[in-house]
């Protein structure tokens, strides 16, 4: 749980020696030119398959080794011959590939945005421009005009207390919805518009606000096309609205400063598996979904193949793996910035719903208003490295408490510089020691609240392991929430 920073190219692996399957140099450093660097002097991780060895999978047979392969490109795809012609054979071939890969993941990936005004603006990016929309599209209206129906996406979200907030082409702002006439069909309607199969929890909960929208009859399937603008609501009762069973622990007992977890501690964590070796972490956060880094799928076209990748969940060992949960589709955020590491999330489409039990259980997503103030202890788990520059993972699961750190104190002069943009967080200890490390990318920072935990973070990037002014590096997960709700409606059945 501390991250190295190995400028040296990865080690060898024996088979004769290592008789588990090796570390692949998943987050190799790299360097980037990130916001008010010139140079860039922060490192960012980004994953490097290889050296690809032959390995014995001993503790499940039916994950098959992987397969020795010449590596032959960098990261940028940019690959050399013996002779002119064959660098210029496989120049075109690595821009093919790399356009593919690039822009074909884009449209297949695409987020589900909007272009309404709003009083939130780091919310309503443009609509994409590979949808297809007619002129008189509405949005927010209940009724989906463009093909991939971004129209209509971006128009729900929670606030604090799980309140319900909507937004309607009559109004243009986010609403509370009034809780009168409120059923368990308005209920499984709204959270099947986000992705959920069906609600958990919905209940009253008083309002001050002025202005609400209240519920309609109609055939709509969206909850925009089915409430009306009016002067307040009934009681001052709204709508809170829970679409999962989320953020609970099975086991309580935590040991601050990087210890071994316990079954049913962090039931939300994953490890994700490429081909037969742990590569990164990931989050469970519903019952068919999994948020990762989006970085885990660069510097390989075989790390955007479904089929090579498997999902661990409520595992706290690699020696002691249960049955893996296989991966539908992957999906990368087109908004991910591998320069600078800006919005380094990507979602998992499993092939079939995850059964909830007391070691596999979801984080909640937070709120948009959740505030999360420095200083303030979460925690961070994975199956990284324990020691910097070491090439194995852990081969138990590992926590840490982390400090969340303000993003002014991050981009100091002393620490990053102005890397740390306004879709990241910082957690850690400016005096170093507990840090996440290679191999623990993609897995969780998880904050408590009033009752459940919280995922404000995915791990991302940071200068070594543990040292000083170098703490973690977290994507916010508030900031791509519309995203992920987005990706979530379009992938499910």
């Known amino acids: 749980m501390a991250k190295n920073d190995p400028n040296e190219p990865p080690p060898s692996y024996s088979v004769a020696v290592h008789t588990q399957p090796p570390l692949r140099s998943y987050e190799e450093v790299v360097y980037g030119v990130g916001p008010g660097l010139i140079p860039s002097a922060y490192p960012q991780y980004v994953p490097q398959y290889g050296p690809p060895v032959v390995v014995t999978q001993i503790q499940q047979s039916s994950i098959p080794p992987s397969?020795?392969?010449?590596?032959?490109?960098?990261?940028?795809?940019?690959?050399?011959?013996?002779?002119?012609?064959?660098?210029?054979?496989?120049?075109?071939?690595?821009?093919?590939?790399?356009?593919?890969?690039?822009?074909?993941?884009?449209?297949?990936?695409?987020?589900?945005?909007?272009?309404?005004?709003?009083?939130?603006?780091?919310?309503?990016?443009?609509?994409?421009?590979?949808?297809?929309?007619?002129?008189?599209?509405?949005?927010?209206?209940?009724?989906?005009?463009?093909?991939?129906?971004?129209?209509?996406?971006?128009?729900?979200?929670?606030?604090?207390?799980?309140?319900?907030?909507?937004?309607?082409?009559?109004?243009?702002?986010?609403?509370?919805?009034?809780?009168?006439?409120?059923?368990?069909?308005?209920?499984?309607?709204?959270?099947?518009?986000?992705?959920?199969?069906?609600?958990?929890?919905?209940?009253?909960?008083?309002?001050?606000?002025?202005?609400?929208?209240?519920?309609?009859?109609?055939?709509?399937?969206?909850?925009?096309?089915?409430?009306?603008?009016?002067?307040?609501?009934?009681?001052?009762?709204?709508?809170?609205?829970?679409?999962?069973?989320?953020?609970?622990?099975?086991?309580?007992?935590?040991?601050?400063?990087?210890?071994?977890?316990?079954?049913?501690?962090w039931p939300w964590q994953v490890s994700l598996h490429f081909r037969g070796s742990h590569t990164c972490g990931g989050v469970l956060i519903s019952p068919d979904f999994v948020l990762t880094a989006a970085h885990c799928f660069q510097g390989n076209t075989f790390a955007l193949s479904e089929r090579n990748w498997k999902v661990y969940g409520g595992a706290v060992s690699l020696d002691q793996l249960p049955p893996p949960f296989l991966v539908e589709r992957i999906i990368l955020n087109e908004n991910y910035d591998s320069a600078t590491n800006d919005q380094d999330v990507a979602l998992l489409k499993l092939t079939s719903p995850v059964s909830f039990n007391a070691k596999v259980?979801?984080?909640?997503?937070?709120?948009?208003?959740?505030?999360?103030?420095?200083?303030?202890?979460?925690?961070?788990?994975?199956?990284?490295?324990?020691?910097?520059?070491?090439?194995?993972?852990?081969?138990?699961?590992?926590?840490?408490?982390?400090?969340?750190?303000?993003?002014?104190?991050?981009?100091?002069?002393?620490?990053?510089?102005?890397?740390?943009?306004?879709?990241?967080?910082?957690?850690?200890?400016?005096?170093?020691g507990k840090d996440s490390c290679q191999g623990d990318s993609g897995g969780p920072l998880v904050c408590e609240g009033a009752d459940r935990w919280y995922l404000m973070g995915i791990t991302s990037w940071g200068a070594g392991c543990g040292e000083r002014n170098k703490p973690g590096v977290y994507a916010k997960v508030q900031s791509v929430l519309p995203w992920i709700y987005s990706n979530m409606e379009k992938e499910m059945p």
């Open 67 to 265: 397969r020795k392969r010449r590596r032959c490109c960098d990261g940028n795809a940019q690959c050399y011959g013996g002779s002119g012609g064959t660098l210029l054979v496989l120049g075109l071939l690595a821009l093919a590939i790399w356009l593919g890969v690039r822009y074909g993941t884009r449209l297949a990936t695409a987020a589900i945005l909007n272009t309404e005004p709003s009083d939130d603006k780091d919310e309503n990016p443009s609509l994409p421009n590979f949808d297809t929309c007619p002129n008189n599209t509405v949005q927010c209206d209940g009724i989906s005009d463009c093909q991939l129906g971004s129209d209509e996406s971006n128009c729900v979200r929670f606030g604090k207390d799980r309140r319900l907030q909507v937004r309607t082409s009559q109004d243009g702002r986010f609403l509370p919805v009034c809780y009168k006439n409120w059923n368990k069909s308005y209920a499984d309607l709204t959270c099947a518009q986000l992705g959920f199969r069906e609600s958990y929890v919905s209940k009253a909960v008083t309002s001050q606000d002025s202005i609400g929208l209240t519920l309609t009859s109609g055939s709509s399937s969206h909850i925009q096309g089915l409430v009306n603008v009016r002067s307040s609501c009934p009681d001052q009762e709204t709508v809170s609205l829970q679409c999962v069973e989320c953020g609970r622990q099975e086991s309580t007992s935590r040991i601050i400063g990087g210890s071994i977890a316990k079954v049913g501690q």
């Open 361 to 432: 259980h979801p984080a909640c997503l937070p709120a948009f208003d959740e505030q999360v103030l420095p200083g303030k202890k979460c925690w961070t788990s994975g199956f990284g490295t324990t020691e910097s520059g070491s090439g194995t993972v852990s081969r138990e699961l590992m926590e840490v408490t982390v400090n969340i750190i303000s993003t002014q104190v991050c981009n100091s002069p002393s620490v990053y510089r102005g890397a740390v943009t306004k879709h990241m967080l910082c957690a850690g200890d400016l005096k170093g």
